[in-house]
């Protein structure tokens, strides 16, 4: 046998021996003491001061790569503890794992090995959302979490919900108040923020956009520096995408339907609500008509706050055949004209959500139109219509004419006809009233 295998055993029979009469001390407070007490001696018998530096040294980094030994076997033990009596099978805990928000993930991993293993699956990572009241993830985290699932990623949702209870669709004022970041394992650099930036999609397009190509669902709420292009280049790597929404981005609504319209072809969701900044254009009649062309699929169209005029909803209403759920709330154009004689046609008869509320210049003519329309038997599929206006129903061409409380609108005869509807038409009682 070679002699280096000879002393490698001897060396190690001896560690064991050494540590073995060590740890056999039972009274650790008396064992304190006499180490106490060994060490000053041999600092006593030391021959120099850096003889005794020396010393000190390395008993205290003995200590720590005990401690840290310690601490090793510790997680072993346990991890070996919770494989006999982790009560579920792993393709189960990973199915669990995937169901839980990512930080709580991220604690479940630090509990012991076996938790980070099956943590580490990509499937646990297949549904990502990074959505926070406050500013506390950035680009980093958000890299880290997408190479992590790879390409099992199907849904990604990113940025700042101010309120938990508010509606999707919404868009309030953020505050930019500092917080602490979600660590998730990568390690963050002092420069690093707690914003996401319009990079933070950038994962992505890497790779000829592979991470990306079976992306089915994104959603992307206040990120304030998030900018058209670098969305649009996201959006030409995810062909496979059915749900896309989008609220309080600063980017332009024209730019990003033409992306949709050329690269989303399977697409069956489009929420849209607008930033307070405002970039939007009016659409023109092309980016409607390529939309409709491009994405036939879609049966949900959200756009709430954007400037289109009824001619131009017109043709996405009629356009899109499989639609039933039409949201224009807070429209600054809209008049209502677009709704005439659409409850029999193929777009609006499978309307079941129809949301009109607070379109500053919804006609009271138009409303009272389309409630007619109703009774009559028209728009057979709705089963929700809110025409409530805190600003009141336009009279006339001229704004300063509003109604208040209407006597041509049928709202009665509509619930008698149908009482399974939810008709919502809540309005200021007078002038004095309104919001300001």
Same mark, same amino acid.
């Not at 039972?26 to 006499?34: E, F, G, K």
């Given at each position: 046998m070679d002699s280096r295998f000879h002393n490698n055993d001897n060396d190690d029979n001896h @560690?064991?021996?050494? $540590?073995?009469? #060590?740890? %056999? #001390? &039972?009274?650790?407070? *008396? =064992?304190? $003491? +006499? /180490? *106490? /007490?060994?060490?000053?001696r041999l600092l006593q018998s030391s021959a120099s001061f850096s003889d005794a530096d020396h010393l000190v040294d390395r008993a205290s980094t003995m200590g720590s790569i005990l401690l840290e030994v310690a601490k090793h076997s510790y997680r072993n033990r346990a991890s070996v503890h919770n494989s006999l009596t982790w009560p579920l099978p792993p393709d189960l805990t990973i199915k669990v794992f995937s169901l839980v928000d990512k930080s709580s993930l991220c604690h479940a991993a630090a509990t012991c090995k076996l938790f980070r293993n099956w943590a580490k699956d990509p499937f646990c990572y297949s549904h990502i959302d990074l959505r926070t009241p406050v500013p506390k993830v950035n680009d980093a985290l958000v890299a880290t979490i997408i190479h992590r699932a790879g390409k099992?990623?199907?849904? /990604?949702m990113l940025g700042v919900v101010p309120d938990a209870t508010t509606s999707s669709g919404s868009c309030q004022p953020l505050s930019d108040t500092p917080r602490k970041c979600y660590s998730c394992g990568h390690k963050r650099s002092q420069k690093d923020s707690c914003h996401l930036t319009r990079c933070c999609l950038n994962p992505l397009n890497a790779d000829g956009g592979a991470l990306g190509a079976l992306l089915r669902k994104l959603h992307l709420y206040n990120i304030g520096q998030m900018d058209s292009p670098s969305l649009v280049e996201t959006l030409s790597v995810c062909p496979s995408l059915l749900d896309l929404e989008i609220v309080g981005l600063d980017v332009e609504l !024209?730019?990003?339907? &033409? *992306? @949709?319209?050329?690269?989303c072809h399977l697409i069956e969701r489009f929420a849209f609500a607008a930033s307070t900044t405002g970039r939007n254009k009016i659409l023109n009649i092309q980016t409607c008509s390529h939309l409709v062309a491009g994405c036939p699929h879609l049966t949900s169209l959200s756009l709430r706050g954007i400037r289109i005029h009824d001619y131009k909803v017109r043709i996405l209403v009629k356009g899109f055949q499989k639609l039933k759920y039409l949201d224009f709330s807070r429209s600054v154009s809209i008049t209502g004209s677009f709704l005439r004689n659409l409850g029999n046609s193929k777009g609006g008869n499978f309307l079941e959500f129809l949301n009109l509320r607070d379109c500053m210049h919804l006609k009271e003519m138009e409303? %009272?139109?389309? =409630?007619?329309?109703?009774?009559? !038997?028209? #728009?057979? +599929?709705?089963?929700? =219509?809110?025409?409530s206006n805190r600003e009141g129903l336009g009279l006339r061409t001229d704004r300063q004419h509003m109604c208040y409380s209407s006597s041509i609108m049928p709202v009665k005869e509509v619930l008698d006809t149908r009482p399974w509807m939810r008709l919502m038409v809540d309005y200021p009682s007078d002038r004095s009233n309104r919001d300001p």
């Open positions: @560690v064991d021996h050494v $540590l073995h009469d #060590f740890l %056999a #001390f &039972s009274d650790l407070p *008396s =064992l304190a $003491l +006499s /180490l *106490s /007490l060994s060490l000053d099992a990623l199907r849904s /990604l !024209g730019r990003i339907l &033409s *992306s @949709v319209s050329a690269n409303v %009272a139109r389309l =409630l007619t329309a109703i009774i009559a !038997g028209n #728009f057979k +599929s709705l089963v929700h =219509l809110d025409i």
